[in-house]
């Protein structure tokens, strides 16, 4: 579904990706793991084409969307949900989703109905203003609204920054059966494993300067969790 290689990212003049090789199969969940200031935001905004690698290559389905704008990418099936949560104001709930469709012919389409199925607490505040939502209900429409979007991918960052342990068990709950439960392929971005655990098969271990220290399974982690702090030193 992706394929990341080999890709060096500078912001401002500063070399913040360095080298940086991963990939997520189709229906797969990946987790980037790393520390604070690592590179894993700034390799999301890569990918989606927000800060363009200048070397490198970056494939989508097998075509390459290296120099794509981020539209242009958005088009080929990828869907990116900041940590920070950007509800449009001055709309309501429903209008945040309705204005982030694009529909599909898929058999499993995403529409409005069965994004409120998922997140029955957007449905029940759909006429509510957005940005009078709790941080958690957030989240949740944000997630919601990519889903809108009817994307392939899904590059999600950090979803339980900012948000009390009891929110994030349900952000985490729901997010975990949308994801068993459709075709849709998982990019995440944690510093928390336990999160990382529960969402992702997968988990690049990012150390300083984007380095992969290790691509372990989540069963390797359960055996030994120690594991993270070896590479990580977390
Ligand atoms: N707009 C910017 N201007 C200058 N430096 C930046 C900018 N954005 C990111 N950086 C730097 O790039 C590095 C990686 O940042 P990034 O946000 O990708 O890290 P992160 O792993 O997502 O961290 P966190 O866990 O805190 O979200 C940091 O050292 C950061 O200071
Ligand atoms: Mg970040």
Redesign the pocket.
Known sequence: MLRVENIDTY??G?H?IQGLSLSVEKGGAVCIL??????????LRTIMGLTPPRSGRILIEGEETTKLPPHKIARRGVAYVP?ERHIFPDLTVEENLILAERPSDRADAWTIDRVYGYFPVLSSRRRQDGTTLSGGEQQMLCIARALMGNPKIMLL??PSQGLSPLLVKTVVQIVRRLFKESELTLLL?E?NFRIALQLAKKHYL?GTKSKIQAIVSSEEIMKDEEIIKRHLSL
């Open positions: 912001i401002g500063s913040i790393g520390r604070n200031g690592v590179g894993k935001t700034t390799t940590a960052d950090e971005v510093q990012m």
